[in-house]
């Protein structure tokens, strides 16, 4: 990634390694996601991995554009985004550690780190393959189409996004 970035302009390249540094706490994010629905916990799972995490980057954006006048390169909303990220990853991690029982902390566990390895290399890959695909529709935009038509592409996939956040809801509920 870090050749990859030298070749972008500088704005550019400072998006692109912000956005680099986002897999690791959206897999967190998935997982905590994943504990809670095995708790029987789905609304807990919807809200801290897709409310939260949307209403901080909506929030941060309108703090940076409107109230302190910034201009919003793609730079700064990649690292607005990395702070909306991390603010949902501290809510999830807390409403899994408020869901779990208490008995959980109180067990002494064992740790077979080979075998959490080997099962954890092939979930890293499917995940990393898996978040490339959720986007790569943007990258083969990029090829055919002006920034212009991307943004508008990006913003309408947003919006999807969201509409698709409360239809998950009414279907939990």
């Known amino acids: ?85 991390v603010i949902a990853l501290l809510v999830s991690c807390g409403l899994v550690l408020a869901r779990l029982p208490h008995r959980v902390f109180q067990i002494h566990s064992r740790y077979h780190t080979r075998e959490w390895l080997s099962s954890a290399t092939a979930f890293l890959s499917i995940t990393v393959v898996q978040k490339a695909a959720n986007r790569g529709d943007m990258l083969l935009l990029g090829v055919f189409c002006s920034r212009a038509e991307i943004g508008v592409y990006g913003a309408a996939q947003l919006l999807t996004s969201a509409l698709s956040l409360l239809v998950s809801c009414v279907e939990t509920v």
């Open 1 to 85: 990634m870090a050749v990859i970035s030298r070749y972008l302009p500088n704005d550019l390249s400072r998006a692109f390694f912000f956005a680099s540094l986002t897999i690791l706490p959206i897999s967190l994010m998935s997982l905590n996601q994943e504990i809670l629905l095995a708790l029987k916990r789905p609304v807990d799972a919807v809200l801290a991995h897709h409310a939260v995490r949307h209403c901080a980057f909506a929030a941060m954006i309108l703090a940076c554009a409107y109230v302190w006048r910034v201009r919003l390169t793609a730079a700064l909303a990649i690292e607005i985004f990395c702070g909306a990220l």
